[in-house]
């Protein structure tokens, strides 16, 4: 008899599609299934010139992206989403803690940090759009979110 499954969390209110950028296969994959199967709409690409490309700001809520990507890098793509959508989420995941420029970014992820760090980041990020004040949310290596 198969094992009952344990409730899924909806998506976060408010955000219906993520852009996600990152260049490493297993991270990209693993995020996308993950996401998906929590209901979010997921596009994915590996480089930011792609990125640049797919984004669409009606469709886009929020851009996660990998700081080290070739090329341009992921702070360099948050300024660039910012500055075609100021209300696109823009989500770093970064391998070192947060870059000094923070100011294109909603959120710092650290590498490392579980899959589910980014579902409570995405969740974090809803409820905060509300409010006035404009903040960037770093996630610490080790953190996750409760399930």
């Given at each position: 008899?198969?094992?009952?499954?344990?409730?899924?969390?909806?998506?976060?209110?408010?955000?219906?599609?993520?852009?996600?950028?990152?260049?490493?296969?297993?991270?990209?994959?693993?995020?996308?299934?993950?996401?998906?199967?929590?209901?979010?709409?997921?596009?994915?690409?590996?480089?930011a010139?792609?990125?640049?490309?797919?984004?669409?700001?009606?469709?886009?809520?929020?851009?996660?992206?990998d700081?080290?990507?070739?090329?341009?890098?992921g702070?360099?793509?948050?300024?660039?989403?910012?500055?075609?959508?100021?209300?696109?989420?823009?989500?770093?995941?970064?391998?070192?803690?947060?870059?000094?420029?923070?100011?294109?970014?909603?959120?710092?992820?650290?590498?490392?940090?579980?899959?589910?760090?980014?579902t409570?980041?995405?969740?974090?990020?809803?409820?905060?759009?509300?409010?006035p004040?404009?903040?960037?949310?770093?996630?610490?290596?080790?953190?996750?979110?409760?399930?």
């Open positions: 008899m198969p094992k009952p499954r344990s409730p899924v969390k909806p998506p976060a209110p408010g955000v219906k599609c993520v852009l996600l950028v990152v260049d490493d296969d297993a991270a990209r994959l693993t995020a996308k299934w993950t996401l998906t199967n929590l209901g979010y709409q997921v596009e994915v690409t590996r480089c010139e792609e990125a640049l490309t797919l984004f669409d700001p009606a469709l886009h809520d929020v851009v996660v992206t700081d080290t990507l070739a090329g341009i890098t702070t360099e793509l948050g300024h660039i989403i910012k500055l075609r959508s100021p209300r696109t989420r823009v989500v770093l995941v970064a391998e070192r803690g947060a870059p000094a420029d923070r100011s294109c970014l909603d959120a710092v992820l650290e590498k490392g940090a579980a899959v589910w760090g980014l409570d980041v995405l969740q974090r990020l809803a409820v905060a759009r509300a409010c004040q404009r903040r960037t949310l770093i996630v610490p290596h080790g953190t996750q979110a409760a399930r």
